[in-house]
């Protein structure tokens, strides 16, 4: 096998490709996990309830 530019590129753009929708699923499965419902919901909340003053 002749180790090549055109080579390298294939294969990084097919293995990229695969790395990425990977990527995709595993960053999806941990925002729909049931375990993480809660650390979202209070992030979610805690984001407004400390900081939702006017400046004096």
Known sequence: ???THE???EAAK???LFY???FSLCVLVYTFWP???ERFDRA?????DEDD????
């Open 53 to 56: 003053q006017p400046w004096t």
């Open 20 to 22: 990425l929708i990977g």
């Open 35 to 37: 375990a993480n419902r």
């Open 44 to 48: 979610k909340r805690n984001i407004l």
């Open 1 to 3: 096998m002749d180790l």
């Open 7 to 9: 080579t390298l590129v």
């Open 14 to 16: 097919t293995w990229g």
